[in-house]
């Protein structure tokens, strides 16, 4: 594969690895609308808040990381322009869910009804 742009895990995972140290720089101190992990677990209260943008923070490092590894192993392989595709797209897919899940699974844990 010669065009690196057509290489979503890497590309995602570049996009991630900025986000996440974005995050971590400047993280959310209240509850809002517009920046920092959002779900209606996270939103309960500002200790539930805190931690979702901690736990999420790192999770986002690890699927960044794991996304750019993807995508450098992908570089190594001659793949069709449509599995590229395919596996690019189902790569963040997953990664982006095991955010969501661990996260949510986090929070379900440290703060039970």
Sequence with gaps: MTDHLQNIPLVTGVIFLLAAVVQKMF?????????GYRTAASGRSQQHWDFAQ????????????????????MTRLEL??????????????????????RTEFALKKKFPK
């Design 27 to 35: 993280p959310p101190r209240n509850i809002n609308s517009l920046y």
């Design 54 to 73: 901690r736990y999420s923070t790192n999770r986002m490092f690890e699927a960044a990381a794991l996304l750019i590894i993807c995508g450098v192993i």
């Design 80 to 101: 069709s322009h449509k599995t590229q595709l395919t596996l690019g797209l189902s790569l963040l897919l997953l990664f982006s869910a095991y955010m969501i899940v």
